[in-house]
């Protein structure tokens, strides 16, 4: 094992010290340390404890990775998710580093092995899971072991706070009792203040030095948009930029998963299903499909996701509301890992607001957690319906400030009107009035627009002075005035089946004309829009970008990449990212030494890939 793995980083008979910079050129392949990673390295390999937020993409296996290799002994690295560890275990062992994991998916015999290299010394790290960390025979074993550090991944599981509690994360408050001296670090892409306290309590991190990252996520592109014809609008929106990508679309419900991934597959895109519904083997199946194969579509309810470590997810697209924002941004957040450019894309409309809100109410949380919930859909959607950058509003919602507008947003780039919307927002507040606060936006719209049908007439409505009044607009303008209003508190949404529109008492000023109401002017063919910005994004789409030829040899690298993943039954960004075929590709080494400049290319992956990438290089001059 130590032959297989070993670089001579490992020969660490003198103890020496090994500088964090050089690994991580010479391991990792990386020029530099990002953002406040070589400080967090630092303080840890120094014996500090830390408590490390850093966005998706951000960075943070370096953190820990690093601290582990330059200290004396195994790091611990806890982690809730086996089919992740797995991944990262074959990763690491790709740049050399001897990595294992323990988890109930070994054999007896690989346990075995697993435990004797641990003994012997000849781990790096080990991956475990909490329940197994915590198993009195695994910590007396620890005792005997020398251990470099506890790295706690995904540390807002401890917090009940947030959507992902694990009550095994509470046991690993004694980590620090019980081995004094072993710096422990915290890691997660959570945020919010509560689960910062959280993190630091229950761990019982009470001296950890906190390193908090900005959670901006610059290379996602964010664009929300009226729900049309939401099947056409997936499609153009995948087919027009997206092409043969890796990509994930979520929905709300099982059945309507199914629908679209077979929908999908008939339109040509390779797509697969994704729920908890499904037998767990499939399930399997198709998770491991979607790491493993590039371009594949997975079609997912949330579900997915947690500890989807793909980097190369180039776009996620939401064919219903997410829950509340914290939600959109960490699906969102699955999207562009590695940092090349990605994409997302939100289709929204009234009725999925009625629907979030009746799923709150039929919930069975208590009232409060009921309220809380809703106001984190109403922050949602006043992302949706904001005329402005939408990356400002969002950042601002997790308390941080961008200066300026992104210009990377559809709210950026595709810039909307807005208007005086006084007049309108007083014919929609009395034509709710009027009908008695009772009915839903279908039938305050035919009101509106006059239209005689069973209803209006049968309810009178058709001889009411606001009856026909709202001509200017049509139905698509009208709704979307609607949906304007409840996002501004103007109007609310009853708390019943029919998703009644009530004007609320801030609609009184407006309804007496003393102030005025600015809305955004959706256009009414939305598919129009959705089409415009899917063609602008096409300019960003990485590999069109490239030179022709850059291209194709970038393809053929890719097929050559593929060719090894398979081999050795890992997905292909184990054995390269695209970040590092599209250096290859631009730059095109022609010697083996050329490769120190190409990110991602550390010493072993030179060894080991660099005469074969070199001949696909050559073959691709010809
Ligand atoms: P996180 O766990 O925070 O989501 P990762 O640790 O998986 O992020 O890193 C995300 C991506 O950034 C990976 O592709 C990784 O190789 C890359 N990366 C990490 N540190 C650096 C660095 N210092 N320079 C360049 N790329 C880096
Ligand atoms: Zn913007």
């Given at each position: 094992m130590t032959d297989l793995y070993g670089l001579d980083l490992h020969t660490r008979d003198n103890g020496s010290s090994r500088v964090p910079l050089d690994i991580l050129r010479t391991?990792?392949?990386?020029?530099e340390f990002r953002g406040p990673q070589a400080e967090i390295v630092s303080h840890v390999v120094a014996g500090g404890d830390a408590i490390v937020l850093m966005?998706?993409?951000?960075?943070?296996?370096a953190c820990y990775q690093i601290p582990a290799l330059c200290r004396e002994g195994v790091g611990v690295v806890v982690s809730p998710l086996i089919a992740l560890m797995h991944d990262q275990v074959a990763a690491l062992r790709q740049v050399g580093i001897r990595a294992a994991a323990l988890n109930s998916s070994l054999s007896d015999q690989e346990r075995t092995e697993v435990r004797a290299d641990l003994r012997a010394g000849r781990l790096d790290l080990i991956y475990v899971a909490p329940e197994r960390l915590m198993l009195p025979s695994f910590l007396e074993f620890l005792d005997g072991a020398r251990i470099a550090l506890f790295a706690i991944d995904e540390a807002h599981c401890v917090s009940q706070w947030g959507h992902d509690f694990r009550p095994e994360y509470m046991k690993l408050e004694m980590l620090g009792e019980r081995f004094p001296g072993v710096p422990r670090i915290a890691l997660t892409a959570t945020a919010d203040p509560q689960t910062q306290q959280d993190i630091r309590r229950r761990l019982r991190l009470d001296n950890a030095r906190m390193f908090l990252s900005s959670f901006d996520r610059p290379n996602i592109r964010y664009a929300i948009t009226l729900k049309d014809e939401p099947r056409r609008q997936l499609l153009s929106f995948i087919a027009g930029a997206h092409k043969g990508e890796s990509g994930i679309v979520y929905c709300l419900s099982r059945a309507k998963v199914e629908d679209t991934a077979a929908w999908l597959s008939i339109q040509g895109i390779n797509a697969l299903p994704y729920h908890a519904g499904l037998d767990a083997a499939l399930r399997r199946r198709n998770q491991d499909a979607f790491l493993k194969t590039e371009g594949l579509v997975l079609v997912a309810t949330i579900a997915f996701g947690m500890g989807i470590d793909k980097p190369d997810v180039r776009f996620v697209a939401h064919l219903d509301l997410p829950g509340s924002l914290e939600a959109y941004y960490q699906e969102t957040g699955r999207a562009g890992r590695d940092g090349l450019p990605a994409e997302t894309l939100l289709l929204y409309g009234m009725q999925d607001l009625v629907l979030r809100r009746r799923m709150i109410d039929d919930g069975e949380a208590p009232e409060d957690v009921k309220r809380v919930e809703q106001s984190k859909l109403e922050a949602l959607l006043g992302i949706c319906e904001t005329a402005g950058c939408r990356r400002q509003a969002l950042l601002s919602h997790f308390g941080?400030?961008?200066?300026?507008?992104?210009?990377?947003c559809d709210g950026c780039l595709d810039p909307v009107e807005t208007f005086d919307g006084t007049v309108a927002a007083q014919k929609a507040i009395s034509a709710a009035v009027r009908t008695g606060q009772r009915y839903g936006v279908g039938h305050l719209i035919d009101v509106l627009l006059g239209v005689s049908n069973e209803k209006t007439v049968r309810q009178g409505h058709d001889s009411l002075p606001t009856f026909g009044i709202g001509k200017d607009f049509d139905r698509k303008e009208w709704s979307s005035i609607f949906r304007q209003l409840v996002v501004l508190g103007l109007m609310e949404v009853a708390?019943?089946?029919?998703g009644a529109l009530r004007a609320t008492e801030a609609a009184r000023p407006i309804l007496r004309g003393e102030k005025p109401v600015r809305l955004r002017r959706d256009k009414s063919s939305s598919l129009k829009r959705a089409l415009k910005t899917a063609v602008k994004a096409r300019a960003v789409d990485f590999a069109s970008t490239l030179a022709p030829e850059t291209a194709r040899i970038f393809e053929a690298l890719r097929a050559e990449r593929s060719k090894l993943a398979k081999e050795q039954s890992v997905p292909p960004y184990v054995i390269f990212h695209d970040s590092t075929l599209i250096a290859l590709a631009s730059?095109?080494?022609?010697?083996?030494?050329?490769?120190?400049?190409?990110?991602?290319?550390?010493q072993k992956k030179i060894e080991r890939y660099g005469a074969a990438v070199l001949a696909v290089l050559a073959a691709g001059a010809n």
């Open positions: 391991v990792f392949g990386h020029k966005p998706t993409g951000g960075g943070k296996s941080e400030t961008l200066a300026e507008p992104c210009g990377n708390h019943d089946s029919y730059r095109k080494p022609r010697t083996l030494d050329d490769f120190t400049d190409i990110p991602g290319m550390g």
